[in-house]
């Protein structure tokens, strides 16, 4: 199993530009999360889905943030337009519906300057 | 509410000593716990869980944690640190019921050569 799979692993973008992240969850896992990653605020949930559907999206800060889920195996974290203080790691999670844990993406690195 | 608590920012320990990082929390009902270890630039990696059954639960690298209900924790430890298991540490709890996990605000654990 490859695992969670997320890309792309860095992104830099200008202020005002769109930026979209993207997620592979487990094969067989039907909740999929992301979290948000900061120095500051530490580790935030921003959005969960459970068999596609957004359960729980209160983390997300800003109409400029959307994710979607249009499949079991692909997810998408969208924010337009970016600002630097959107600049973090953003990962993606997924679970199995035992609920007996998390597997981690590695991240995406995401630079708005 | 669900919680989890990390009381310490910073851990310091001398190589070969044993370690301890701290997790209480407060959920309702029967919780399931976990931890997680995020090295540099990583995402976050499982060590360890507490479902059901004897209290002290064993993980990865000789990491071991010990669930006690009265007091509400579910403290990481190791007999004998290494360099090498400097990182950052998460606790997660999540309700029986449901899949979305709460962390705690983690813990850097520094081990000393």
């Known amino acids: 199993d490859a695992g969670v799979i997320q890309s792309p692993r860095h992104e830099v973008t200008e202020m005002g530009q769109e930026v979209t992240l993207r997620c592979k969850p487990i094969?067989?896992?039907?909740?999929l999360f992301w979290y948000r990653q900061t120095m500051m605020r530490g580790l935030e949930l921003l959005i969960y889905?459970?068999?596609?559907?957004?359960?729980?999206d209160s983390g997300m800060p800003e109409d400029r943030f959307s994710a979607k889920m249009p499949n079991a195996s692909f997810s998408t974290l969208k924010i337009q337009p970016s600002e630097p203080r959107d600049s973090a790691v953003y990962f993606c999670a997924s679970s199995p519906p035992s609920n007996h844990g998390y597997t981690f993406g590695s991240g995406t690195r995401l630079t708005v300057v | 509410a669900q919680s989890v608590a990390q009381p310490e920012d910073q851990v310091n320990v001398a190589e070969g000593n044993p370690l301890t990082v701290k997790c209480t929390y407060s959920v309702s009902g029967n919780p399931y716990l976990f931890w997680y270890v995020q090295y540099p630039n990583r995402g976050l990696q499982f060590l360890l869980k507490?479902?059901?059954?004897?209290?002290l639960v064993k993980g990865s690298y000789g990491f071991e944690a010990e669930f006690n209900k009265s007091q509400t924790s579910f403290h990481l430890k190791k007999p004998s640190a290494l360099v090498s298991d400097s990182a950052l540490y998460f606790c997660?709890?999540?309700?029986?019921?449901?899949?979305?996990?709460?962390f705690g605000t983690g813990t850097s654990l520094t081990v000393i050569p």
């Open positions: 094969s067989g896992h039907n909740s």
């Open positions: 889905f459970n068999n596609n559907v957004p359960i729980d």
């Open positions: 507490y479902i059901t059954g004897d209290n």
């Open positions: 997660a709890v999540s309700p029986p019921t449901g899949n979305q996990f709460y």
